[in-house]
């Protein structure tokens, strides 16, 4: 619904004669229109409930027309049902190749929060070619791309159908505007998303769920009875300048814009009757509307401070930094448990368990056992396949004895290359998903050394989105794969990350030169997933090396979008 609101709302569907929208909600559609028009994903649930409806419709003697139309593809098992319940016939079908939504000048989003649930969990890949289909619509927009990096599974299969479709279709030479991509799995990476975040975009997305680069301010934030839906993006000025702030930088900037505000205002006196009449016409339209959207990012920033800035959330991060550095480990494993114990939120005492999971490597049996135990006493029993998802996707894993799947692992990765006996290595990485986050944290120095105060109004690094903690390994891979122009030097770390990692050259006819300004834009694909945090760091990246990123992303995601996708699963 929201995907289609930002294309067509209600009053443009009603100036097409739409007579009424309705969610699918799998029970009787109570319409007495004479069609009907189903706007669905490819899901076979869906299409059974949609072959009921027309059945019930049949039964009932009520002659109507229906209209099928699947986003973003259609596929062939949808249409195998519609004949299986005998309305094949009944029925006509269409496929909306609904791609990308620009959420902003340097983000697009395919919208398909499913991907990772689907692909990562289920191990289905339908999304695949959808995700393969927006870079090729891209690269014949912005191409010819020349370089293309990745890391994972589904990057390498993403950018082998990409580069069959480049292959199959006809190559138009234009200037390219893009120059290289970057594909990265959501799965290479699990720390970062798993963090508190803290800059203000973040925050927002975490307390009031941005949806389609819309959010709806409710009462406590408007100081009024009404909710407001606001647009996110660079066009709110005030927003745009605070949106990559650490949020202990937001209150002191909002003052100083109210009080630059207050002195444009109070430019109208001592004006003559022509000065007025310009202030009115120029300026004032322009101020008022800044004026509105400081009122709404002050009533955010307080209904945020209220919520986090308790004793509890201050805890809560000083745990997160422990895990992060692997210092008192013990104290964060009671933390957790009083947590759990007191029955906060289910969520965040989850994340904490797959924070500590990943960072330790998996956790002690003993460990394992009892934290499982008191998350399911504390939140119930209904939970416990979560847990067995959780460890599929090697998020809360139990430690094993000794490394011997590891070291046979990397022996077999080192004498397989050919493709058919890839599938060997792939069958021993899924055996034993180990973070490894402690290596790759040397290797790539994400904890700064914290000897020295971080100063988070001037930040030094990539770190400051996490308070100067941690620099998400997501776009540490990313500037380190664009400082050197390969992975070489980077085997050890790629070793670590179970491997997958590829760099090839784009398509032919793309400039190579570094003079050339489509090579200082990048296009950072993530696959399952990014954060706003994320997003932030790659901005300032960009800032500091001459950069220009523009990320495309399956969804944005953060920690209860991910644990939700799970939880839901099962409860």
Sequence with gaps: MSPL??????????????????????????????????????????????????????????????????????????????????????????????????????????????????YFLAGDQRWVRTAGTALHLLHSLYGPFSKVYGIGRCSKMVYELWREQVEEGEQKAHQAEIGKVFLID??????????????????????????????????????????????????????????????????????????????????????DIKQIKAFVSEELKGLKQEHRQLSLHIGASESIMKKKTKQDFQELLKTEHSLLEGFEIRECISFIEEHMNRQVSMIESLRLLCLLSITENGLLPKDYRSLKAQYLQSYGVDHLFTFVSLRQLGLLVEQQ???????????????????????????????????????????????????????????????????????????KLIEQVLERDSWTGLEEVTRLLNGHEFAAAGSSGADLSEKNDAQRIILVMFLGGCTFSEISALRFLGRERGYRFIVVTTAITNSSRLLEALLDNHV
């Design 401 to 475: 004895p000794g490394d011997t799947l590891t070291v046979m692992e990397s022996k077999v990765g080192k004498l397989v290359n050919d493709k058919t006996a890839g599938k060997l290595t792939d069958a021993f990485s899924s055996l034993a998903k180990k973070s490894n986050f402690r290596a790759l944290s040397r290797k790539l120095s994400l904890v700064p050394k914290s000897d020295e105060e971080y100063d988070l109004r001037v930040p030094r690094d990539m770190a400051y989105i996490f308070s100067g903690a941690y620099i998400p390994l997501s776009c």
């Design 186 to 271: 959501r799965d290479v990476d699990f720390v970062t998303p798993l963090c508190s975040q803290v800059v203000y975009e973040g925050l927002v997305d975490d307390i009031f769920r941005i949806k389609c680069g819309c959010v709806e301010f409710g009462p406590d934030v408007t100081s009024s009875d009404k909710s407001v839906k606001v647009m996110l993006n660079s066009q709110d000025k005030v927003f745009n300048e605070i949106r990559n702030e650490h949020f202990s930088n937001v209150f002191g900037f909002l003052s100083q814009k109210a009080r630059n505000l207050q002195t444009a205002y109070d430019k109208r006196r001592g004006m």
């Design 5 to 118: 609101d930002r294309i067509a709302n209600v009053s443009i569907l009603k100036q097409h004669e739409v007579d009424k929208l309705y969610k699918v909600e799998y029970k009787p559609v109570m319409s007495t229109s004479e069609q009907l028009c189903f706007l669905i994903r490819p899901r076979i649930q869906t299409v059974k409930w949609i072959c009921d409806v027309v059945n019930a419709d049949k039964t009932a003697g009520k002659c109507r027309r229906y209209k099928l139309i699947f986003t973003p593809q259609k596929f062939y098992a949808c249409e195998a049902v519609l004949e299986e319940e005998g309305i094949f016939g009944d029925v006509s079908t269409d496929e909306w190749t609904f791609n990308l939504l620009p959420l902003d000048e340097d983000i697009l989003s395919l919208e398909l929060p499913e991907f990772f649930q689907d």
